[in-house]
């Protein structure tokens, strides 16, 4: 046999076999997922499964859910939630457009009123395309999209809870939301935190590092010590964690800055031995090397 022909076979039968690994790999975490809930403070619980963590609050009169995760898990949130509540669903807060937040929307919206900046419900319109994450997210069907939208800020009176939805200028992406329960003493942040890990700021969809920064400046400004925080992604967390993330921004990026004033590529800046007291920090869905090229795409 030729050994082009050789090279052939050799070739099929792998790409053969690692797409059934593949395949199988997707369909065994599918089933195995497990889907958590977890009691917060007053009307609060956190749900986690796959995608941003989920923020409910739940009274006798009125059931809110903030995020939604991907739709395939969608049944597996909704036995979790119907445990904590049987009531429909009234509202769905979108902390901002991307899919993991957003995609279960097709399923909880059908019977529900959801909630957004206007630039989530702008962007939940139209496909997106991220060239750092080499994706395509297809655009929302009507009935998924979000049908009340703000510009700055909005309240929902659930019994006796105060929800306060606040946009924050570009910082994620260009359409965040933060959600304080007043009553309850606790906040959603959404993806501005993640907690112990390197952040995913969004340049292709209006994310900015300085923006992102300084809103993480703000909400310690704004956030109560003694409130609970329910970051986008991670544990449960509480203002200290929120400090410690904010020392990191600081720390990381002025190090990149000074480095891209000294001139040096990006490409020697990650060959370098950097942000050895942030171990652990990229084990994440971003890691060191994708946060060091954020920080130096994204600084002017
Ligand atoms: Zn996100």
Partial sequence: MKLSIVLFFIFTSLSTAYSHSGRKTAAKKKNTLKVTSQKIAGCVHMIKGMGGNI???SSKERLVLIDTQFEKVSKK???VLRKISKRKIDFIVNTHWHGDHTNGNKF???SSHIVAHENVRKRLSEDQVSEFLQKTTKALPPKALPIITFKSELVLHIGDEEVQIKHLP???TDGDSVVFFRNSKVVHVGDHFFKNKF???DLGAGGSITGFKNNIKKLLEIIPKNY???PGHG???NYSDLEKFYTMLNETIDRIKGL???EKSLETIQKMTLFESYEGWGNGFISKEKWITTIFNGLK
């Fill in 170 to 172: 570009s910082g994620h």
């Fill in 235 to 237: 544990e449960l967390a």
């Fill in 199 to 201: 952040p995913y700021i």
């Fill in 108 to 110: 909880f919206g059908k």
């Fill in 77 to 79: 949130v909704n036995r």
């Fill in 228 to 230: 609970k925080i329910i």
């Fill in 55 to 57: 923020g409910v609050c």
């Fill in 260 to 262: 891209k004033n000294l």
